[in-house]
Each structure stands twice: as structure tokens, then as C-alpha cells.
């Protein structure tokens, strides 16, 4: 669909296992975020949720008419990415999809929602493109938090294609999806604090729950890295209410990891 040397991928640390993998793919790297907007058509912002906040403050200036910006950040919604982009471009179009780690031996399994200003055409380029990985469908927006919990989650339950082609022992697949505090470490939780069979429903909507609380603690932008890190597993209710939160040319461009403030982690 792309070859490799038409897209660049971001990270401040050039030396993640992943960048490394990258570079032998032959993709352009570099640790600066607005290189890469600079000279890319379509961004896909690959960071935590808490992150996103910074990641368009930092780029936001560089967004321009030609520019899709792609979200791949679990509970970040498209009215909150739309706000923060308005002050610099108004009329920024915005897509928000969710994955999963199953697009390596392209069986993933992806769903996106088109924001105020996307096209059709653009949404078209999007399933082009991740289309090639497995599939990819789009969705109303209130849907993705329910995928998020099942699709984005489900490949730490138990992927057995994966797990027979990749070389990696079945628990670190697992780790691999889950992020401190994220959304399938709470699934995760339940699933091993009891059945696995009586607890799956609840682990998917644990998973959902977790989503809708990321998104909630990145509208106040109260929540940091630390924060996120000391969240207290145990805590979670189920039956508390959630809150509520590519281009044509070819130049597409990446951000699998990014720049945080200084002082900040990601």
C-alpha cells in the first residue's frame, strides 16, 4: 500500500526496540514531532491518552488545510482533539480509530469515526490503509469506547496467531497491551481475580469503564503521568456510572511514540 520510505515515524527515544524495528523496515526516523508534521500529509498520533494534550499543543502551530490527524489514543474523543486544534486551524480534520496489536500478522481488527471537517475521502484513505492490516470498518463515535474494551483489549486475552508467529512467551504478548492505569490492565485485573469464563463480560466493560475515565481525566487535564501509574487497580466499580466524557501524495507520516514537556514522562 506504502513503502517503507515514504513515511517517518517520531519519538524522542531513537533507541525504543520498536524504532529499531522500524529503521530495518527502512521508514525515516526522527525524535523531532514538528519535522515530521512539516512534511507529512497524514498524522497518526500514537500516544497514551494523558499525552495527546501536549502532543497538539506542541504541533498545533504546523497543522495546516492538507493535514488528516489521525487519534489512536484510547477515550480521547474527537470534540476534545477538535477544541484544542481550533486555535490554530479552523477547520482541522480529525479521525479517531481504534486497533490492535493483531495488525503485525495482519489480522488486525480496526474501527474509526470522522470528525466535523473529515471527508469521506478521507476516512476511504484510512481503511485503504489499515484495511491492508486486517480490517477496518467505520463506526459512530460513541461505539469505539465499547470496541476499545473488546477489540483493543481482546489480543492480551489469548491471540493464537500471534502467539505462533511471533517468538515471544505468551505473557509478554499480553504485557504488550497494557499500559499502567490504561484500559486492559484493569480488564485484565478482573479476568485474573476470578473465572475466566463467569468474567469476561465484566472484564470488557471494565475495559470500557477504564476508557471513558481516561478520556474524562484528559478533558480536565488533571491527570498526569505519575498519576496514571499509582492508579489503585483494585478500585474499580462496575457498577459505578461512566463518564462521558494517508494522503493521496503517499507521505504518510507516523508518531508511534512522542515528545512530552519538559519534566513529563510519557
Known amino acids: 500500500v506504502l513503502a517503507a520510505h515514504k513515511i517517518t ?68 474523543t474527537i470534540s476534545s482533539i477538535e477544541k484544542k486544534l481550533r486555535v490554530f486551524q479552523p477547520a482541522p480534520k480529525v479521525i479517531r480509530c481504534m486497533t490492535n496489536t493483531p495488525v503485525v500478522v495482519r489480522e488486525g481488527a480496526t474501527v474509526y469515526a470522522t ?17 491492508s492490516v486486517g480490517f477496518c470498518t467505520e463506526v459512530e463515535e460513541d461505539l469505539i469506547d465499547a470496541v476499545t474494551g473488546l477489540s483493543g483489549s481482546g489480543p492480551a486475552y489469548g491471540a493464537a496467531k500471534m502467539l505462533l508467529a511471533s517468538e515471544q512467551h505468551p505473557g509478554q504478548l499480553k504485557d504488550n497491551v497494557c499500559s ?5 490492565i484493569h480488564a485484565l485485573h478482573v479476568l485474573e481475580s476470578g473465572g475466566f469464563r463467569s468474567l469476561l463480560i ?36 462496575l457498577d459505578s456510572p461512566a463518564e462521558d466524557s494517508l494522503s493521496p501524495s503517499g507521505h504518510t507520516k507516523l508518531f508511534p511514540r512522542s515528545r512530552a514537556p519538559a519534566g513529563k514522562k510519557d
Open 115 to 131: 470528525g466535523t471537517h473529515a471527508q469521506v475521502e478521507d476516512g476511504r484513505l484510512l481503511e485503504q490503509l489499515l484495511g
Open 202 to 237: 465484566n472484564a470488557v466493560e471494565a475495559s470500557c469503564i477504564r476508557t471513558r475515565e481516561l478520556q474524562s481525566m484528559a478533558d480536565r487535564e488533571e491527570v498526569s503521568p505519575a498519576a496514571i501509574k499509582k492508579t489503585v487497580l483494585d478500585k474499580v466499580k
Open 9 to 76: 515515524a517520531s519519538s524522542p527515544d531513537m533507541d525504543l526496540a520498536t524504532v529499531s524495528a522500524l529503521r530495518k523496515l527502512g521508514v525515516n526516523l526522527t525524535p523531532h514531532n514538528k519535522e515530521t508534521v512539516q512534511h507529512s500529509d497524514v498524522l497518526f498520533l500514537a500516544v497514551k491518552p494523558h499525552i495527546i494534550p501536549f502532543i497538539l499543543d506542541e504541533i498545533g502551530t504546523d497543522i495546516k488545510d492538507r493535514h488528516i490527524v489521525v487519534s489512536c489514543a484510547a477515550g480521547v
Open 180 to 184: 499502567p492505569g490504561g484500559a486492559t
